[in-house]
């Protein structure tokens, strides 16, 4: 049973266009969401990240907004960068939960200059 | 330079075979991790320490056993390894205290390989 998904899988966008990465997630325990980016070859990095208090988070070129009634979140990306080609993980954990994310899947991100 | 170093980065072993993945951690943390990305499934949570005390353990074999020798380290030994368990094994730190901020830091990781 996944408790995280991600859509799409992959996505293509051209430079300066804003790309949105869509999170939804089961349990309604999870309150704390950070939003990972991973570069081949590389660990995973924290991008951005959201408390289930909050609806919108913000910083530069990177929004998260998010919807707790539905369990849904998204990661905007505007002005796309080709150096914002990555894999974004969407993941979430129960805060005083010892920082045991559930990470969704990933959805691979190319943006084409 | 890396603040969290993982070795080796790349391995291969014989199923039934024995390795050890090391992790150590120089951002001052007191809390480390070790996270599994395999193939078409999402990074998995598989243990967490806080002052060198095992405080979670998601992996259900006794196959995977954490060492931590220093407050820095945190080693995991895999034994009778199996293909399945072929992965990129991902060791992370963070400063333990009683707010979960999801604040990671990963390293760059350990692809086991088991043929």
């Known amino acids: 049973q996944q408790q995280v998904r991600q859509s799409p899988q992959s996505l293509t966008v051209w430079e300066g266009e804003t790309a949105i990465l869509n999170c939804s997630y089961e349990?309604?325990?999870?309150?704390?969401f950070p939003w990972y980016q991973q570069f081949p070859g590389e660990g995973p990095a924290l991008l951005i990240s959201i408390l289930s208090v909050s609806n919108k988070k913000e910083d530069g070129r990177f929004t998260i907004f998010f919807n707790k009634r539905e369990k849904k979140l998204s990661l905007h990306i505007a002005d796309s960068q080709p150096g914002d080609s990555a894999t974004y993980f969407c993941?979430?954990?129960?805060?005083?939960?010892?920082?045991?994310?559930?990470f969704g899947q990933g959805t691979v991100l190319s943006v084409i200059p | 330079d890396p603040k969290i170093i993982q070795k080796p980065k790349y391995l291969v072993a014989v199923t039934g075979s024995e390795k050890i993945l090391i992790c150590e951690q120089y951002?001052?943390?007191?809390?480390m991790y070790w996270y599994r990305q395999s193939a078409k499934k999402p990074l998995e949570f598989m243990f967490s320490y806080s002052y060198q005390k095992l405080m979670d353990n998601q992996t259900a074999s006794s196959r995977f056993q954490p060492q931590s020798s220093k407050k820095n380290h945190l080693d995991l030994q895999i034994t009778a390894l199996k293909p399945d368990d072929s992965a990129t094994y991902f060791c992370a730190s963070s400063q333990a205290g009683t707010l979960n901020t999801g604040q990671l830091y990963f390293g760059e990781g350990s692809k086991l390989t088991v043929l």
């Open positions: 993941a979430a954990s129960e805060t005083g939960g010892n920082n045991k994310l559930t």
């Open positions: 951002l001052g943390h007191n809390a």
């Open positions: 349990n309604s325990a999870f309150d704390y």
